[in-house]
């Protein structure tokens, strides 16, 4: 795979709203294989207006059809395939762009710090307004900001909050966090975010947050909604899950590159998370072949 999934870099059509919208076309391709596995840092969003087509992650795959839409999370690998006419509109934004002092209070569902973005599609699955409220909002921005009328910044800012309220309402559940809160914690995720593949201990951050030991752990917990260490071992899943299928690498040099020196380690916690080693995870995803999509 080396070589082949590729680190796109968006370039946004407003340089402070942080954003990219452009309309797809696509002719039916019968033999049409899966396109490359990319990911960037912004949130997608492919809505769909007409045709099908199939949308592969790291553990799952959808099947899109008729009017639908999809969310993909931040720098969440990905790769698509279209065997028939197919009309979309794709959506990418800067999350962190758009974290005003209101939304940083939902700073762990929109940061994706313990649940993907990506979760959020199987309770939209099952909510039919909500789904089409969300389709509908989405149009908007998306006209808005292709018109590129009087105010139309206006517009756009005022659609993606409202966005983040459609996700944060049906997303998992979490504490709101208060802007003082987030102050505190986002240097401790940022230092962890720079050096998850080093040896980190809690002793680190404390000087980050001027918080005693017992009470840091109390207080992470308590605002992200997972222990400290189980935040970290989930950043280096994370990383260790895109080497698998980026890089031509060992299971052992890929969990030193995650943060796990030890393999027994590596494999004892990413099984925990993902239900398979990390070879049977790369087994499933690398050979060429044509996944049941889910409905």
Known sequence: MEGNAKNEQVNYHHPLLRYKIWDLEFPPLPSAPWNTWHYHKEVEIIILLEGMMLVETVDRVYKLQGLDLLLLGSSRLHRTR???????????????????????????????????????????????????????????????????????????????????????????????????????????????????????????????????????????????????????????????????????????DIGIQSGFPNVTQFIRIFKRYNGCTPSEFRKKRLPVHEPEPAE
Do not use: C
């Open 82 to 252: 279209r065997t028939e006419h197919v009309k979309q509109i794709v959506l990418q934004f800067d999350m962190l762009a758009q974290l005003d002092s209101y939304a940083k209070e939902f700073a762990p569902v929109l940061l994706e710090l313990s649940e993907p973005l990506d979760r959020v599609n199987e309770i939209l699955k099952g909510n039919a307004a909500a789904k089409e409220a969300m389709y509908r909002l989405l149009l908007g921005i998306s006209n808005e900001a292709s018109e590129m009328g009087a105010g139309y910044e206006l517009a756009v800012s005022g659609g993606f909050k409202q966005l983040l309220a459609l996700i944060v309402r049906h997303a998992v559940s979490s504490a709101p966090m208060s802007p003082p809160d987030w102050q505190r914690l986002k240097p401790v995720l940022d230092y962890v975010e720079a050096r998850y593949p080093e040896s980190i201990h809690i002793q680190d951050v404390l000087p980050l947050v001027h918080l005693e030991y017992h009470y840091f752990i109390k207080y992470f917990q308590q605002h992200i909604g997972m222990s400290f260490v189980d935040y970290l071992h989930l950043r280096r899943i994370k990383a260790s899950e895109r080497l698998l299928l980026t890089k031509p690498l060992g299971i052992a």
